[in-house]
Each structure stands twice: as structure tokens, then as C-alpha cells.
């Protein structure tokens, strides 16, 4: 589009860990003036023939992305995609089974990684088209980790002192075998003992022996966290206790926990960063937010009480190796005094830091936001404004639409369906007008970013910014 830049499709699953970050994109292009329709994937997806030609910011192109994407190409817009999981990932086989489809690919022009594991990885993809460009942007996520952008949660912080006062923050990723519903977990619950359990929905691109493996691992790990909440509250009586579950977990183990202590607090409220900002320490296990700990420089401990090379090696090596370890309750007991009193900080090391080097990109010098703008820019410059469609082309968009729209309402009735209504409610319960106008404004007032955007509510879950 000769000057003229085209519209951005911004699409949020997960509100506590996408929302703030992709927000910032927005912002971002509207400097270079881009408008952007953001909020609920689901939603924005199902609105796709509403759009002029776009560009459509996608998260993932797994199988489940092909039918959208093919649908989205036939409307004109553009699909530009990174990989939420493509940081803390599988091993290159399974990730390539599970996290990629070669006909979804195929309708992708340029891919954003992380950092230069993520180039190296999409790179040994077999099925990788020729024409694909790839990116060493950074993501936007690893953008609100940077020490300038610390103050956009100033006010989140000093509530959750005032609130929690010290606290430990306990980031669980069980989301494998405690997921928010039974089908969504690596194998669904059996009818009859004995029978073999079929594969849930994150078992998918997996074979049978590695899933199986990996569920005796997370269940291993997940029993031995929950043996050691209680332990940790009795032996620091002076110390709340946050857990913070994957966003795609259950809480209900963990609330019969807390429910035997007044210090020990159950939540998902939020993005994480202001929560590892405002902790003493961060305890997990191969979570990512190990990684962000790191980088915002918040003491970070590993327990690994269970062990298995294989997986924690080939899929949990990165928010491990960056994290103080601890193989037993007494040396993670000894190690949370130290850090407690000063002794010891933020795990360091020439080769942790030569590590978060070559994973995330853009931690210095300009941003990932401002790197992605600028490929976004440069790819519409050449492109045509003309819109236009013979009636025969229009008719065949009007078929398409109303059977992805019937498609879509149908979906959620679906037996195991994630569509459920219970559960978008979970993962994108929604923000106001006015709260996202404040975000936006702290954003801008970080930036010192004097452009004039306007703000639009389109529905409940949807968005348009713009200039």
C-alpha cells in the first residue's frame, strides 16, 4: 500500500501474559501509523471478513491454525507470525511435530523469533518454505523486561507489598497434567482401569513414548511441589506464599492447600512481571518466568527434587540453567535464607549471560516492538491500495464467511472443545476501556511517546487503536 500502511490484527489469548506486551506493539506502529484492532483472539478471528486487507499478527502455526489461516488469505490479509512456545521449547522433532504444520507455514511471509536459538531452530525445519523470511527481532514480551519498562508496573508492585508484604512466589507449569480441563491435559482420564488412556490435547505432535514420559516426569514434580508448599510455610513463618498457576491450570489442588494456611494465597490476576518484581525470591520448575526472573534480576530457584535428564535437558534446560538450583527441601530451605538475607542474588555467570544472549534478542538498543514495526513497514510499502473485487469474488467471500462463522459458533458444543465458554472466560476474562486507556497512557508516558492515539471499543473483547 503505497503510504499508506494497513490495518494490524492483534490477536490476545492469554490476557495476563499476552495483553500488556502486544499492547506496547500497538503503540508502537501507531508512531509509524498503523492502526491496530486488538483483544480476544477468538473473537477477532471470528469477525475476519469485517477487516480490509491486514496484517495479522498470529501466535502459533500449528494444524489448528491452517483452516483460519487459509480462510484469512482469502480475505486479502497477510499473516505474519512468532511463537509463544519457541522460546522455552521441545526437543527439535517433537517442537516441529507439534508447534508447526507445513500447509499453516506456507501462508506465513515473515517469521519474528526470539533470539538466534529460535532462527537456528525454525532453520532445521525440513518443511520450511524457501521464501520465508526470518526475523531476529526479539518478542515483545522480553520488550517489558527490559529496566525502562520496569516503571509501567511501579503501581502494581507497591500494592502487592502493601498487600502480601515479603513474600515467596511459587510459578507452577503443570498445565501437562493439571490443565483447566481433563481432555486438555497430555492423556484424557480412562473409562475403565486397565484401558489405555487416549492422548489429550497437549499430547498433540508427541509420540506416545515421549508423552508418557513426560506425564511420569510433570506428575512426579507436581506431587512433590505440592509436599512442599506446606513445608515452606512452616519454615518461614514470617513470609506470605503466592502461587501463581499456568494460566492454563486448575487452581483446586491449590486452593485445598491454602486453605490450611492464612499466608498462602492462590491467584492469576495480572500479568506476572509486577509479581516477580515485587517478590523476594521465584521458585519453579523449567517455567519461563525463571527466564524473566533472570533477566529483571529477581533471585529465581529451580527445585528439582524430581529428576529426568532427558526432559530437563531437552525441554526445561533454559529457565533451569538460568535459575539457583535445589535437589532436596534442605538445600532449598538453606538457599532461601541466603538470598533472604543478602548473602546470595541473582544466579550469574559468564555463561548464563552468554545464554540469554543467543535466546533473546533486543535486550539492549532498540526495541523488539520497534524492530517488528520496521519489517511491517518496509513489507507494505510496495503493496496496492486497491481493495477492490469483481462480484463473483465478493459472492464466493460471502459463502466462505457464513460457513467459518457457523464453524465457529458450532466448535465450542464440540465434546473437549477448548472453545468453552468457561474457559475463554478463563484465559481472556477482559479489560475495560478505561483500563486499557491508562495502560496505554503509562506506555506512552515511558516511551516519551507524544502521538495521539485513539482508543475504540468495538465490543466487549475488541479494540481499535489508532491515530
Known amino acids: ?45 471470528f469477525r475476519i471478513d469485517s477487516y480490509p486487507k491486514s496484517i495479522y499478527l498470529s501466535k502459533s502455526m500449528t ?36 508447534r508447526l504444520h507445513p500447509e499453516a507455514i506456507k ?32 518478542n515483545p514480551r522480553n520488550d517489558m523486561l527490559r529496566p525502562e519498562m520496569h516503571p509501567f508496573y511501579e503501581e502494581e508492585v507497591k500494592a502487592l507489598r502493601r498487600r502480601y508484604g515479603d513474600f515467596i512466589l511459587v510459578n507452577t507449569n503443570f498445565n501437562h497434567v493439571n490443565a483447566f480441563g481433563p481432555d486438555m491435559n497430555l492423556f484424557k482420564p480412562v473409562k475403565k482401569p486397565g484401558e489405555p488412556a487416549n ?3 497437549a499430547a498433540r505432535g508427541m509420540s506416545r513414548e515421549y508423552a508418557q514420559g513426560l506425564w511420569d516426569h510433570k506428575q512426579a514434580v507436581f506431587k512433590s511441589f505440592q509436599q512442599l508448599i506446606p513445608r515452606i510455610d512452616g519454615a518461614f513463618p514470617d513470609l506470605n506464599i503466592v502461587i501463581r498457576p499456568h494460566p492454563t491450570e486448575r487452581h483446586d489442588v491449590y486452593r485445598d492447600i491454602a486453605a490450611h494456611s492464612s499466608r498462602v494465597h ?53 529457565p533451569n ?9 534442605e538445600e532449598l530451605r538453606d ?36 524492530k517488528m514495526v520496521e519489517v511491517l513497514a518496509a513489507a507494505t510499502s510496495d503493496q496496492e491500495a486497491d481493495d477492490s473485487s469483481s462480484t463473483w469474488v465478493r459472492l464466493q467471500r460471502r459463502v466462505i464467511a457464513d460457513a467459518y462463522h457457523l464453524y465457529k459458533r458450532l466448535k465450542p458444543m464440540l465434546p473437549g472443545s477448548h472453545n468453552r465458554p468457561a474457559f475463554q472466560k478463563h484465559r481472556y476474562p477482559g479489560i475495560s ?30 479494540f481499535k487503536i489508532s491515530v
Open 433 to 462: 476501556l478505561d483500563g486499557l486507556n491508562q495502560k496505554i497512557e503509562r506506555l506512552q508516558e515511558i516511551l516519551k511517546d507524544t502521538t495521539r492515539i485513539k482508543v475504540e471499543q468495538l465490543s466487549d473483547v475488541l
Open 1 to 45: 500500500m503505497s503510504n499508506l500502511n494497513p490495518l494490524l490484527l492483534i490477536p490476545v489469548e492469554n490476557q495476563v501474559r499476552e495483553l500488556d506486551p502486544k499492547l506496547m506493539l500497538a503503540c508502537v506502529a501507531a508512531r509509524r501509523g498503523f492502526s491496530s484492532v486488538i483483544g480476544s483472539r477468538r473473537e477477532l478471528e
Open 266 to 318: 492462590v491467584t492469576n490476576e495480572g500479568n506476572v512481571v509486577p509479581w516477580i518484581l515485587a517478590t523476594r525470591v521465584v521458585l519453579h520448575n523449567g517455567c519461563t518466568t525463571g527466564v524473566e526472573a533472570f533477566v529483571m534480576g529477581v533471585p529465581a530457584i529451580s527445585y528439582r527434587e524430581s529428576v529426568s535428564e532427558d526432559y530437563d535437558n531437552g525441554f526445561y534446560r533454559l
Open 107 to 138: 501462508h506465513v511471509s515473515h517469521l519474528f523469533a526470539w533470539g538466534e536459538d529460535n532462527v537456528e531452530l525454525w532453520r532445521q525445519y525440513p518443511h520450511l518454505p524457501k521464501n520465508i523470511a526470518i526475523h531476529n527481532t526479539g
Open 63 to 98: 494444524g489448528r491454525s491452517l483452516i483460519f489461516f487459509r480462510i484469512a488469505r482469502k480475505f486479502g490479509h497477510e499473516i505474519v507470525t512468532w511463537d509463544e512456545e519457541a522460546l522455552v521449547h521441545l526437543p527439535p522433532q517433537t517442537y516441529f511435530s507439534r
Open 199 to 201: 492422548f489429550g490435547r
Open 321 to 329: 540453567a538460568v535459575s539457583h538450583q535445589c535437589f532436596n527441601f
Open 335 to 370: 538457599m532461601i535464607y541466603q538470598i533472604l538475607s543478602g548473602k546470595i542474588g541473582v544466579a550469574n555467570g559468564a555463561d548464563r549471560k552468554q545464554m540469554i544472549e543467543r535466546y533473546l534478542a533486543s535486550r539492549n538498543g532498540p526495541m523488539a516492538c520497534e
